[in-house]
Antibody, heavy 122, light 108 residues
């Protein structure tokens, strides 16, 4: 059974760095083809893809946000860590981690965590 | 930047067929996937690689793609299918991956 769970602060101040951890089970990020992605959703708005890391430690970032994002993995702990610098109130959103599977030169997200709401406010 | 365009809302009566479209210039060459998100819940994959249905997703859900338009079809929509639906794909270079703006499906 594949499960993912996001953890991290519910509240961050403007200009601070957000660090979120995705802890997963039921698959290994050392298995060829596996990847984990971060996706966010501001209240009442659409989903936005942010970042991805795969089994080979290859990483991909949203073009518009890549200067602020970092993704890394700890295979032994079954965890993926995501950081976003210089947080702003517009970054208030529910942040999801999801397992992704490659298809062609893109991927799809077959299992999702429940999400964690992060509010940016002073 | 690349965009996928979905209608903001679709409304059908129970038992009718609901069709939700997703338009994007690269769709003739790139796969689309579809996600259902019920209120207050995480998204769920309902279609991948344009037409494939994950296990556990009812057969009334199907996907197709023709030209620059991918379509999610729900045949015999049920009240429980009310949700927001998002398509996802990438641009022709593979450098920009995006979700559509979402479509709110109402079944009543």
């Amino acid at each position: 059974q594949v499960t993912l769970r996001e953890s991290g602060p519910a509240l961050v101040k403007p200009t601070q760095t957000l660090t979120l951890t995705c802890t997963f089970s039921g698959f290994s990020l050392s298995t060829s083809g596996m990847c984990v992605s971060w996706i966010r959703q501001p209240p009442g708005k659409a989903l936005e893809w942010l970042a991805l890391i795969d089994w080979d430690d290859d990483k991909a970032y949203s073009t518009s946000m890549k200067t602020r994002l970092t993704i890394s993995k700890d295979t032994s702990k079954n965890q993926v860590v995501f950081t976003m610098t210089n947080m702003d109130p517009v970054d208030t959103a529910t942040y999801y981690c999801a397992r992704c599977s490659p298809v062609g030169d893109t991927w799809y997200f077959d299992y999702w965590g429940q999400g964690t709401l992060v509010t940016v406010s002073s | 930047s690349y965009e996928l365009t979905q209608p903001p809302s679709v409304s059908v009566s129970p038992g009718q067929t609901a069709r939700i479209t997703c338009s994007g210039d690269a769709l003739p060459k790139k796969y689309a996937s579809w996600y259902r998100q019920k209120s207050g819940q995480a998204p769920v994959l309902v279609i991948y690689e344009d037409t494939k249905r994950p296990s556990g997703i009812p057969e009334r859900f199907s996907g197709s793609s023709s030209g620059t338009v991918a379509t999610l079809t729900i045949s015999g929509a049920q009240v429980e299918d009310e949700a927001d639906y998002y398509c996802y794909s990438t641009d022709s270079s593979g450098n920009h991956v995006v979700f559509g703006g979402g479509t709110k499906l109402t079944v009543l």
